[in-house]
Nanobody, 114 residues
Framework: QVQLVESGGGLVQPGGSLRLSCSIS????????MAWHRQAPGKTRELVAT????????YYKDSVKGRFTISRDNAKNTVFLQMNNLQPEDTAVYYC???????WGQGTQVTVSS
């Protein structure tokens, strides 16, 4: 049984930073690509960033490029999303996901507001 648990969300002012973590338990294989998605109120879920098992970040949503950084620690089975210079439009529930599998985390709320 694979489980993903996100943490690190919260309320932050515009220009602030947050670091999300996704702790993975269970066997996920060696070739899995990890991803962060987000869903804002009234909007569809969107892909934010992906990272391969070798730690190669191969996708960022255009609006987060230069501000967000995805990384992973395979020894600790954890994926991170460092988010800097956060803006109100980044407000959403952020989800960790193993691409091309049915495994999702429960989500963590990020709210950017003054």
């Amino acid at each position: 049984q694979v489980q993903l648990v996100e943490s690190g969300g919260g309320l932050v002012q515009p220009g602030g930073s947050l670091r999300l973590s996704c702790s993975i338990s269970g066997s996920i294989g060696s070739l899995v690509v990890m991803a962060w998605h987000r869903q804002a109120p009234g909007k569809t879920r969107e892909l934010v960033a992906t990272i391969t098992n070798l730690g190669i970040s191969n996708y960022y949503k255009d609006s987060v490029k230069g501000r967000f950084t995805i990384s992973r620690d395979n020894a600790k089975n954890t994926v991170f999303l460092q988010m800097n210079n956060l803006q109100p439009e980044d407000t959403a529930v952020y989800y960790c996901h193993l691409l091309k599998t049915p495994y999702w985390g429960q989500g963590t709320q990020v709210t950017v507001s003054s």
